[in-house]
């Protein structure tokens, strides 16, 4: 190999290695949020929303900067692992800080079954504004969705 070759490889695995090491390790990522929201949902479908809700509330469900929050297809706020004062709100005519109705957006990838959504939320450490990224899986008992975001 030549010695330009061998320099962009070089070069090429320091970047990865640099962009790898520059993922905040504290922070989900979107393949652990949609795998902790599908199990989430199928915890949900299997003991019941009650028993679910108060199951997330242990540690193995909030794992790095990620919870549980769930809603009914009307938009109420039934369960959100990260502030309890959230519960009972409805949120239909809810804007993040762009003015985005995204929990339309929410309920419109429920009623799918389950799908991505993105919008501006508050991070519950940071206490700021930040990009996040939701997952949401269509539960049937309430009839609505459990979702898991990553702070982006």
């Not at 949609?34 to 009650?50: I, M, P, T, W, Y």
């Not at 938009?75 to 959100?80: D, N, P, R």
């Amino acid at each position: 190999m030549n010695l330009l070759r061998r320099l962009i490889l070089i070069g090429a695995c320091s970047a990865a290695m640099g962009a790898a090491s520059a993922a905040d390790p504290a922070r989900g990522t979107k393949d652990e949020a949609k795998a902790l929201a599908e199990a989430a949902a199928a915890h949900v479908n299997k003991v019941g929303s009650e028993q679910a809700f108060k199951d997330f509330a242990d540690a193995k469900w909030h794992p790095k900067d990620m919870y549980v929050f769930a809603q009914s297809m009307d938009g109420v706020m039934i369960y959100h692992g990260a502030n309890e004062k959230l519960v009972g709100k409805n949120f239909n005519d809810v804007k993040d800080s762009t003015g985005k109705e995204f929990n339309k957006e929410m309920i419109a990838a429920a009623r799918k079954g389950a799908g991505w959504v993105d919008y501006q939320w508050v991070h519950p450490a940071t206490k700021k504004i930040e990009d996040k990224t939701s997952y949401v899986v269509r539960i049937n008992k309430p009839e609505g969705f459990v979702g898991v975001g990553i702070y982006r």
